[in-house]
C-alpha cells in the first residue's frame, strides 16, 4: 500500500510535469476545461504508479466493485451533505484504485484557479467518498497560475 508521503510526493511530481509540458492548460486566457487538465494529471500520476502499485488511474471513473464476481460492477453513490437530492451517483476527477476490486487508494477533486467558487462542495465530495466507499485518500488540488494541494482532512 503506497504511503501518504509517497503519493504526496507522486502528485507534487506530476504537477511540476503538467506545468513543464502542459503549461497552457493552467492559463486561464485558454480556460481549457477541468476534464482536459484532469486527463493529463492522471496520466502523469499513472505513470509513476502503474510499474510499482500496478493501480489503475482513471478520470471521471463511476464504477466500483459490489463484492461479488469480477466485471460485476454498480455505479458509485454517495450522500452527501450539500445535496438536497439525497444519494448522487458521482464521477469522481480522477481516482487511483484497482479496476474491479475494492481497492479504492485515492479519489481527487480538481479546480481551475479561477472557477474555484464551488470548491467547498468538493470537500464535501471527498469526505463522502473517504467516509461512504473507503478511498485511503482524499486530495483536493487547485491548478492555473497558482498549485495548491490539500489532504483530507481539511482544516
Known amino acids: 500500500m503506497i504511503s501518504k508521503k509517497e503519493l504526496e510526493n507522486i502528485i507534487i511530481n506530476s504537477l511540476k510535469k503538467l506545468q513543464e509540458n502542459d503549461i497552457l492548460f493552467l492559463d486561464q486566457k485558454y480556460n481549457i476545461h477541468e476534464r482536459t487538465v484532469t486527463h493529463k494529471l492522471a496520466m502523469y500520476i499513472e505513470s509513476y504508479l502503474k510499474e510499482k502499485y500496478d493501480y489503475d488511474v482513471d478520470v471521471e471513473y463511476n464504477r466500483m466493485s ?71 485518500y482524499g486530495i483536493f488540488i487547485e491548478v492555473g497560475k497558482y498549485i495548491n494541494v490539500e489532504f483530507y482532512p481539511f482544516k
Not at 83 to 100: A, C, L, Q
Not at 106 to 133: C, G, H, S, T
Open 66 to 136: 459490489n463484492g461479488n464476481d469480477v466485471g460485476d460492477a454498480v455505479a458509485k453513490i454517495i450522500d452527501y451533505a450539500n445535496s438536497e437530492e439525497g444519494p448522487s451517483f458521482v464521477y469522481p476527477d480522477i481516482i487511483i484504485h484497482k479496476r474491479n476490486t475494492e481497492i479504492n487508494i485515492a479519489v481527487i477533486e480538481v479546480k481551475m484557479n479561477w472557477k474555484n467558487r464551488k470548491k467547498f462542495i468538493d470537500f464535501d465530495k471527498i469526505e463522502a467518498y473517504v467516509n461512504q466507499l473507503n478511498y485511503k
